[in-house]
Each structure stands twice: as C-alpha cells, then as structure tokens.
C-alpha cells in the first residue's frame, strides 16, 4: 500500500470516527436530559472518539503532505477537505474552554458534510503550476482556514442557540429560516448522495459545445444531463439527452449539478419529514434544551474573536504578502480577494453591532450563520462560478 | 456648557454619564439604567454633548457607530457587485473593444454593466469616496471616543459610590466578620490572579488588562495609515507600473528605471513530467507547467553616461526571474509575467536558379533588423526593397504589416547576377510561392532555414508605498490581537465598619473567565455570592419577542 493509499484510508477512518462521535454526542445529551446518570462517560466517549477522529485526519494530512511534497491545500479536495479538519480542530479547542456538549451535536454534522462535499472533487494528487510553488501557498492557506473554521464554531454556537430559542409551536420568520438552514444541510446531503452514485456508475456523457466567445469546446457531464451547453451536440450520449439547452453565459453542466442536488435533496428532506412528522429543527430542539444561552452566546462572540485576527492574517495579510511576491502587485480585485475583504467587513460589522448597538442574542447568532453563508459563498461560488486567478482551486 | 457638580462635590464636564470620581449617575437616563453603560466608562463623548453648529453636526455624524456600521455594509454590498462579472483588467480583449466585450458576450446586462462603470467598479470616484467616508469616520469615531476613554481610565478613583456599583452587571452584598482581614484576602487572590490591586481605606480596585481597552484604536490608526498609504500612491514618483517584452540575446533598457539595462541570456519553460490522470485527462490538459524562468543579467550604466551609451555597462548581477522569484534592485522589482515561444529571428535564403536549382550564395537576414543589402560576391548581390515582419495582404499595391514583431514575414527582394544586371524583383512570404510582379524571373529566393528564438514579459515595480502599508497592516493587527485576546477585568469592593459587603466587576467581553476569577475570589476570601444582573434580567423576559 503506498503513502497516498493510506493517506485515503487515514481519511475515511477519521469520517467514520467522527459519524460515531456525532452518536455518542447525542448519547451524553440524551442522557443528561433522562436522568443526569452517566452523562460524563457519554461525553467523555464522545470527546475522545472526536479527537481520534482529528488524529487521523491529522494523519491524512501529514501523509498526504509529504507524498506529494507540498502542503495539501493546493484543490478544492484539498483544501475543503483541510478545512473540516480546522473546523473539527476549532471545536476540540472551544470544547474544552466551554465544555458544552451540544456544540458537537452542530459542530461535527457540518464538519461531516463538508468532508463529504470535498470527497466529489477529484481527490488525485495534481502538480503544482509555478504561481503555487512558494512557502506563502502553506501559510496564507492554512492560516486562512484556520480563521475561516473558527469563525465557523460561531454559527456552530449560534445555530444551536436559535435552535434553542426559537419558538416551534407558532409560524414565524425565524422558524422558517432556521428550518431553510436544516434544509440547505439535507441538500448538500442529497449533493453527496447524487454524485457518489452516479460516479459509482461510472457515468458520462460527452458533448461539444460553443462557449461564450464562440469557440467551440467539450464537455464532459458526470450526471446525466438535465441541462444541455450553448449550440450543444452529443458526442457520446448515455441515458438522457439534455432537456433544455442553454445561454452560453451559463454553465449548463454545474447547473445540472446543482438541480440534481435540489432534486435529491427535497425528496430526501420530504421522507424526513414523513418519517419525523415534524420541522427538523424541532426535531432537535429537545436535544439543546437544557443549554445555557449566555453561555452559548459567549461562546459565538468569543469565537469570532478569537477567528477574526487569524482570519485577517491568512486571508488579507498573508495573502497580500504573497501577491506582492507572485503577481507584482498586492492587491488586484480579483473575486476571491473581494469576496475575503467583504467576510472581513462582515466581521467587523458584527464586531461593532455587538459593541454598539447590543446587538447579543439571537441578532447575534443570525449575524453568525450569516457570515459562515459568506464563507461559504467565498469557498462554493466563488471559486466554482466566478472565474478568477483563483480558480485553480476549482479542478 | 457648564460642568455638573455631582453630590460628591467632583464638577465633571458637561455630557458625563457616571461621576468621574464616584461613579454617580448624572443623567436621568443613566439613573433609569438598572445596568450602566459602561463602554467608554460614562465619559462625556463630544458627539453625545454638542449638537448646534454644522461641524458639531458633521462630526456627530462620522463618530457615529450606527453610521460607520452603515459605511461598512455599504462598502461591503458594493464590492460583492463588482464580482458579478469579471472586472476589466481581467477581460481577454483588446483596450479599445473591452465595452464591446461587453455587449458581445454577456448581451445587455453586460452593456448596462459596463455603461454603469461597474466593470472597472474600484477606481470610480464614488467607490473611493465610500472607502475615504470610512476612513474619516474610523477618524472621527476614535478621536471622539478614544480620548474621553483614555482620561476616564486613567484618573480612576478606588472608591466608588454605592448607585455606581449596584449598576454593575455583577453585584454582591452580604457581610463578612472581618473587614480588615477580607480586603486583605482579597488583594492577595486578586494580585495571585495577576490583578493590579490599589486600595484606599476601606475600598479595593483590582485591575488587569486595561491596555485591551486600546486594542480597537490602536488597530484604527493601523487603518489609518494603511489607508493613507494607499493614497500615497497617487503622488508621482511613489510607484512605478511597466512592462517590457525582451528577446533571447537582447540588451533592453528597462523602462521606469533609469540608468538600467538587462539583458535576456535564456528562456526556459518546464513541465512537470507526471503521467496525466484523472481530472487532467478529463480536461485535456496534457502538461501542467512547472517553471517560468528567464535568466537575466543586469547592468548598470556607470554614473554621468550619457543616455544612449552602451558600451561602458556594469553589470551587477545575474539572475534568474522566475515566478514568485522577482528579481529585486534598489526598490524596483521585475517580475517573469508572460512569454512567447519561438519567434522567428532569422531567416536564411539561397539565390539560386530557377530551372537548374543551382546555388548562387546564401544570405541570413536578421528579422529584428535587416540589412539593406547582401552581397554575394561573385557579382550577385540581394536588395530588399521593403520588409514587413507580420504580412497582412496588400493595402494600394503595397504590403502592410499588423505588428512590428516577425510573426509572418514578408520580402519584396531585388536580385542582381552577372546574367541579370538590371536585376529581378520577387515577393516572398513563407510558406507561399513568390510572387514575381514585372515579369517572369530567372532566378529565385529559396527558403533554407530559420532560427527562432524566445521572449519573455516582464512587469517593472516599484511601489514605496509598501514599507508604510506594511507598518500599517502590523499595528492593525497588534491592535485587533490586544482587543481580541485581552479583556479589561475590573473588581470593586467596599468593607463597611459593620462589615458590610459590596462588590461589584466589571469585564469589556469574556464573561466567562472573569467568573472563574470571581469564583475563585469568592471561595478564597469568603465574599457573599454575586448575581449578574443580565442573566437575571434574560430569565425575566424569556420568551420574550420572535423578531429578528
């Protein structure tokens, strides 16, 4: 078995272990609400179980760096795929500051589907082009991440605050966005769900097409086509033939992706809903019941400060300093520079609606899933729809 | 504006909030607060006291938080905009066809988009004014609040009155059997926990951490400069932006840097020799490159030469300018941005006859710069008459060029011979049979090989703006780490002659750790049991509104 065989395998221990850690998280706040009995040898299990879990994962990452001889963080794979060990990392930190067990119950979930998300991209080890060869790939990457995933435990933090506090017996904007949030969670589900299968089948079809400057190209769809590319013509069809054909300005083939996922992930989230009889998050609510909220509060404001220097270090500082080095000029306007400038500005917008207008509570763990959506966006669309010197990270 | 004079007999300015001696209110408002604002301390904020003339109202404006948070979503909101489609400098189209770029491929929208300027959206003027209002407010708010705060915490009194301790979020009253031994119990955790402790009577302040106070002004003036650096730039002489396009074996001055020569020794392009896989296959992609790199030499002309002389060059150093490897000198750095692969340098033609193929002699013509006239000797010699390097047809009978680099070249050639001394007159483009204009020749231009050669790009900084942007970067981040990771943990308490007990604290965030402190005094020195007042007060109101 060579290093990057066992690299993989380091990896899918550490899903596995994170899947049973999410199980006795639950065990320990299950217990607590029952009958108080054993509630420490649950979380205890499941804290432990979490850090095995970030052992391997430690380990894939390590094993991964030294077979291909640069810091893994160079692909989307890569780098999503750090991102959930930082997010996991960022817990295991605040855990044993706070120690409140209900943030596992947030946390690991969205680390588990983040590392699932990452696993669609092609994992292969790819060589670097000479723009990545430089020390700065290591640094501003990693320590953007890092700010990134603790930035992430405050919607962590807040997620299970409004769950709390949000009343599921009456209507109400808040019940219906929190239930949006558990939704878009059960759609990357059905995106993880939707690719693995038909990658599993092997399935491809090929056509070409004519792009947006009229040159004609190929493409290559891993999902049957429900889009098909501008001026389309099958070159090797399988299945289905597109059902309707569209604007160069859009690329048919993620559009197709992101429709498979939507489609999967509604009918997945309906079944839930037949078999729970109730919102998701009401599902849930019993579990943090017994939360404190000040705490919990605490907990958000605090991660956001300790994310938000690392945040600015990585993704401004560091980023600057290798810009300057790489591309001549510090700073360019390019969509992934924007859109890190505008999840700082966010941060600092919370920053001072926190300080100034006490903003606290449940404005602030809305303003927090907010920003984790930025990061997303920054992580998802940016590098995948909007084209840019980043866009390296999309293959 | 008079000053208040509180009970306590301290006249404070006008606009102060708490007593800056005992810490009384002195506002209604203040009076009504079952908690008090204790952000800048009760200090009298210039913008919360004065509201008559114009620049009262222009100053209370930018110091306004709930105005700069406002600046900062606008900037934030109008920045996103800018991504929707690519800016220009990042669209693949000639200067002057960018607008119909444009049009061309994202239709109206593109249009209206680039008509609005927002396809060049960060040096508008109206962008810039929306970063400069951020700036005068970061100014404005710090100077508004900062100062007030400095005075407050530094004149710190150790006994406060009793209305401003109750209004603290953690209170404790109860009794103790022993004054004297309690404060000193105190003072000996306090200190134990790294708290600055003072006392004064039968009161006790323990302090740590006051300077994180400062963290948020502190990274303010880091903006500051950042920002000021930015504009510094505008100013001429600060930066320098060129590009230079230099052929292998070329010795070019470099533009924007006088007095400077570099020569290109080598071009030399890699590509990693992996066995393409997976995604790569997929994508076509059959070599991913590996290494840009020109090796260069640079010279210097030696101090009073004139402009154009070449001949007494220093050199200074070789080196090779790779990506990320940007050769660095005296404030300017060049860097490998671009290249172009095998560009024809010489062409080489045999005169020979046309029905006997016999050769008359060779001629090797520099396409960067021809000579008039070759001589062959043996009494042949070839003219050319003119010399386009990148041929693209015939514009009235004469052949035109599209660019000055040889990509297509083009010879209108005069042959002369012994045989044929008026001499015979042929066009000859690559690849094509010459075109013979007056007539049928005898003899003709055959085409006997081409050496080409590289060229590399490169970009020519030098920005003196970066050493201030990089001193404002660094006091930026000291200032959001001393706010961030520090917190201001203040602990007030009052032994009366009964043995009375009041305590009170006070922490800028972080409540968490400043209980644990609390609880480890509380246990040590056997104070009653504090209460925070806002947890209290959330129990109250539970379930309280269901709006955002």
Redesign the interface.
């Given at each position: 078995m060579s290093l990057i065989d066992i690299s993989g395998n380091l990896l899918f221990v550490a899903f596995i272990a994170y899947l049973v850690a999410l199980l006795f998280f639950g065990g320990s706040i299950k217990q607590s609400n029952a009958t108080g009995k054993n509630t420490e040898k649950w979380g205890k299990a499941a804290i432990v179980v979490t850090i095995i879990g970030f052992l391997a994962h430690l380990s894939y990452f390590v094993t991964r760096w030294i077979y291909t001889g640069h810091a893994p963080v160079s692909n989307m794979f890569e780098f999503t795929t750090a991102f959930g060990m930082f997010i996991i990392a960022s817990f295991i930190l605040i855990y044993f500051?706070?120690r409140v067990s209900a943030l596992g119950l947030v946390a690991l979930p969205v680390a588990i589907l983040i590392i699932g998300y990452a696993a669609m991209f092609?994992?292969?080890v790819?060589?670097l082009?000479?723009?990545l060869?430089?020390y700065?790939l290591t640094i501003h990457v990693i320590t953007a991440a890092l700010g990134q995933s603790i930035l992430a435990i405050s919607a962590v933090a807040g997620l299970v605050y409004l769950l709390k506090v949000?009343?599921m017996t009456?209507p109400?904007?808040?019940r219906f966005w929190l239930e949006a949030v558990m939704f878009c969670l059960v759609v990357v589900v059905g995106f993880v769900a939707v690719s693995s299968t038909f990658s599993a089948m092997d399935y491809e079809s090929k056509y070409t097409y004519v792009d947006?400057?009229g040159k004609s190209r190929?493409m290559?769809y891993n999902m049957p086509p429900l889009f098909g590319m501008n001026g389309y013509e099958a070159v090797e069809e399988h299945g289905m033939s597109p059902l309707v054909e569209m604007p160069?300005?859009i690329n048919a083939k993620k559009l197709t992706t992101v429709v498979w996922s939507l489609l999967v992930g509604s009918i997945l989230y309906v079944l839930i809903r037949l078999i729970i009889r109730r919102r998701i998050s009401a599902m849930i609510q019993p579990l943090v019941k017994r939360v404190n909220?000040?705490?919990l509060d605490?907990i958000s404001?605090?991660s956001v400060?300790?994310g938000?220097?690392v945040f600015?270090?990585g993704a401004l500082?560091f980023a600057?300093i290798w810009a300057?080095?790489?591309?001549?000029?510090?700073w360019?306007?390019?969509?992934k520079e924007?859109?890190a400038?505008?999840t700082w500005?966010?941060y600092?917008?919370f920053l001072?609606?926190r300080?100034?207008?006490g903003w606290e509570?449940?404005?602030s763990a809305?303003l927090a899933l907010i920003g984790f959506g930025i990061i997303l966006f920054n992580l998802v669309a940016?590098n995948l729809i909007?084209?840019?010197?980043h866009s390296y990270a999309s293959? | 504006m008079e000053n208040i004079i509180c009970a306590c007999g301290h006249s404070n300015p006008y606009g102060t909030k708490l007593c800056e001696k005992c810490g009384r209110p002195l506002t209604e408002e203040e009076k009504q607060n079952k908690v008090a604002d204790m952000r800048y301390d009760g200090s009298a904020i210039r913008s919360k006291t004065y509201n008559k003339t114009i620049i009262d109202k222009i100053w209370n404006f930018f110091s306004s938080v709930k105005v700069g948070i406002a600046l900062i979503i606008i900037t934030l909101v109008t920045a996103s905009v800018g991504t929707i489609l690519p800016q220009e400098i990042y669209v693949n189209a000639p200067e002057t066809g960018k607008a119909a770029y444009y049009e061309q491929v994202y239709g109206w929208f593109g249009k209206l988009y680039n008509a609005l300027g927002l396809s060049n959206l960060y040096s508008t003027w109206w962008f810039q004014i929306l970063v400069g209002m951020l700036a005068v407010s970061i100014i404005v708010a710090s100077l508004d609040r900062g100062i007030p705060l400095h005075k407050s915490l530094k004149n710190q009194r150790i006994k406060r009155h009793a209305s401003f301790m109750k209004r603290q979020r953690i209170v404790a009253e109860g009794r103790v059997a022993d004054a004297e031994e309690t404060l000193n119990k105190v003072e000996e955790k306090m200190k134990a926990l790294h708290y600055n402790v003072r006392r004064d009577g039968n009161a006790l302040l323990a302090e740590r951490g006051r300077f994180a106070r400062y963290g948020p002004y502190i990274n303010h003036v880091g903006l500051i400069i950042f920002l000021a650096g930015v504009m510094l730039r505008l100013l001429p002489g600060f930066y320098v932006d060129e590009t230079l396009w230099i052929r292998e074996g070329e010795t070019r001055a470099i533009p924007g840097m006088e007095g400077y020569f570099i020569k290109n020794n080598d071009f030399i392009l890699e590509v990693h020799d992996n066995k393409p896989q997976g995604e790569q296959v997929k994508q076509g992609v059959n070599v991913v490159a590996k290494n840009f790199q020109t090796d260069v030499t640079l010279y210097k002309q030696p101090d009073g030469a004139l402009p154009g002389d070449l001949d007494n060059l220093e050199k200074i150093k070789d080196y090779s300018i790779r990506v990320n490897h940007p050769l660095k000198e005296n404030g300017f750095a060049l860097y490998q941005m671009n290249y172009r692969l095998n560009e024809l340098k010489e062409m080489r033609f045999e005169l020979v006859d046309k029905a006997t193929e016999t050769p008359l002699g060779e001629v090797a013509i520099d396409l960067t710069n021809p000579k008039k006239e070759y001589d062959l000797g043996n009494g042949s010699s070839v003219k050319i008459l003119v010399y386009t390097p990148d041929f693209d047809g015939f514009e009235n009978g004469e052949p035109r060029t599209k660019t000055s680099v040889p990509n297509n070249p083009a010879f209108l050639f005069k042959m002369t011979t012994p045989s044929t001394p008026e001499g015979e007159v042929s066009f000859v483009e690559i690849m094509k049979p010459p075109l013979e204009p007056l007539g049928e020749n005898q003899y003709r231009m055959k085409f006997a090989g081409a050496e080409t050669r590289d060229t590399a790009n490169f970009t020519i900084r030098k920005d003196r703006t970066i050493p201030i942007l990089f001193v404002g970067g660094m006091i930026f981040m000291l200032g959001v780490v001393i706010g961030s990771y520090w917190n201001h943990r203040r602990l007030w308490l009052q032994v009366g002659p009964n043995g009375q007990v009041l305590m009170a604290a006070f922490v800028n965030k972080n409540m968490f750790s400043m209980k644990k402190d609390l609880d480890a005094v509380t246990t040590f020195a056997h104070l009653p049991a504090y209460i925070d007042q806002l947890e209290q007060a959330e129990d109250n109101e539970k379930e309280g509104d269901h709006t955002l």
């Open positions: 500051i706070y092609p994992r292969e790819s060589p082009v000479p723009s060869q430089s700065w949000v009343d009456k109400s904007k808040q947006k400057e190929e290559i160069a300005l909220l000040q705490l605490e404001y605090r400060l300790i938000f220097p600015t270090l500082v600057m300057q080095e790489a591309w001549s000029r510090f360019g306007w390019d969509p924007v859109w400038l505008i500005l966010f600092a917008a001072h609606l300080l100034s207008k509570g449940r404005k809305w940016v909007l084209a840019g010197l293959n | -």
